[in-house]
């Protein structure tokens, strides 16, 4: 399955921060103005279009769910995937 | 006193959190993050009894700018209404060798250099004129040489304040398949 990766925080600065969760309204290319929830718990997650993933959850990096995708990168990067429609 | 039987004038000054505003300056910040640290208010009593500063005359006005725009049709004017400030006017007197006069001009002046970071509110309470976390728009102390005593004008608004410029959202690009640095 082909995702579309989006560059959504990087989770050393979101750390900085001391806060639980940050809601974010970005542009995202081919998909258009959305928000995205940043939470911080046992490991960095995203809430978006209702679905909740947190990236390394099961050792699952990316950890894919519903069409979605949660990555984290080597240099502390949290991405949001999105399934590409093959069709 | 509070329950409104002597006006007084409360300075409340806070400290903004410059930390927090760096770190966030980057990101398209929804969510509200506190970034004040409010300190105790000050109050002062106006009254002679407590103060020795005595109020002479005070007034309330509310100033609307309104546009009445009439038709050429002949149908009903349109009027647009905006608000401009509501504006308290305070006279006050008081002995030349009064110390809280002395405060209420330190207060005045440290108002005056917090003003454009919006780190102050005064807030104004007698009887039926009340403003609640307004602004200072004037402040004078006169005295002369024939008189032992000080008058001193306070104004207050409530005003609307400047706006704050919605933040850019911030666009990102995709990208295709996983990212590996």
Do not use: W
Not at chain 2, 106 to 126: G, M, N
């Amino acid at each position: 399955m082909a995702y579309k990766y989006y560059k959504i925080i990087n989770t050393t600065e979101f750390d900085s921060l001391s806060i639980p969760s940050i809601e974010l309204t970005l542009n995202l290319e081919d998909v258009g103005e959305v928000t995205v929830m940043v939470t911080r718990g046992a490991g960095f997650g995203l809430l978006y279009n209702g679905v909740y993933l947190v990236a390394g959850l099961g050792d699952q990096n990316p950890f894919e769910f519903e069409g979605y995708a949660c990555y984290i990168s080597e240099t502390f990067d949290l991405y949001l995937g999105i399934l590409v429609d093959e069709t | 006193m509070l329950n409104g039987i002597d006006p007084v004038i409360i300075f409340q000054f806070n400290k903004k959190i410059p930390n927090i505003a760096d770190a966030i300056a980057k990101i398209p910040v929804v969510a509200d993050i506190p970034t004040v640290v409010e300190n105790s208010p000050i109050p002062i009593y106006l009254s002679e009894a407590i103060t020795g500063i005595l109020i002479d005359s005070e007034d309330l006005s509310v100033d609307i700018q309104t546009d009445t725009e009439t038709k050429s049709d002949g149908k009903e004017p349109t009027v647009q209404q905006k608000g401009i400030a509501s504006t308290v006017s305070i006279n006050m007197e008081a002995l030349k060798d009064n110390l809280n006069v002395v405060l209420l001009s330190t207060l005045a002046q440290l108002a005056f250099e917090k003003c454009s970071s919006q780190e102050y509110f005064v807030s104004y309470l007698h009887g039926s004129i009340t403003i609640f976390r307004g602004q200072l728009t004037g402040f004078s102390i006169n005295q002369n040489a024939s008189s032992n005593k000080v008058m001193i004008k306070v104004e207050l608004t409530k005003g609307s304040k400047q706006p704050q410029p919605k933040a850019e959202t911030l666009t990102v690009p995709a990208i295709d398949g996983l990212p590996i640095n």
